[in-house]
């Protein structure tokens, strides 16, 4: 699966974004290493703190399938559900996938089919905190 694929399932996920508060829509797919994909997309809550972005809901659908290797992961939002910018992941976002996710994971923001930068989660979150740091 390349990443013209990827980015129309991505915006394929967003459809179903629930986004009242913020009225910004984000789509995610994530691409196991044994080729299944995860769908994800952010799901907006009154009290924000509970809200949840599209990568850790496709993220967290995996692993609760019992998936624990990926190796890309596909992100596109917008204000009203249309794509107008890179919708790059969130800081929580990146540390979640840090969990389980090495510095490689390929990580493509996109706004058109023919318009997708490609990033890794190590250039995106250099530097960080894994449970290596937590010792025995």
Do not use: H, W
């Amino acid at each position: 699966m390349d990443k013209k694929d990827l980015f129309l399932l991505a915006r394929e996920a967003m459809q179903n974004s629930y986004a009242p508060y913020s009225n910004y829509n984000v789509g995610a797919v994530l691409l196991c290493k044994n080729g299944g994909i995860y769908k994800g997309c952010n799901v907006e809550n009154a009290s924000f703190s509970a809200t949840n972005c599209a990568e850790r809901t496709a993220l967290f659908s995996a692993i609760s399938n019992g998936e624990k290797e990926f190796s890309a992961i596909c992100v596109v939002g917008g204000k009203y559900g249309k794509i107008t910018e890179y919708a790059m992941p969130c800081g929580i976002c990146r540390q979640a996938l840090s969990e389980f996710c090495g510095a490689d994971l390929k990580v493509y923001v996109g706004i058109s089919e023919n318009d997708i930068r490609e990033y890794t989660l190590g250039e995106l979150l250099p530097f960080s905190f894994d449970k290596s740091k937590l010792g025995e």
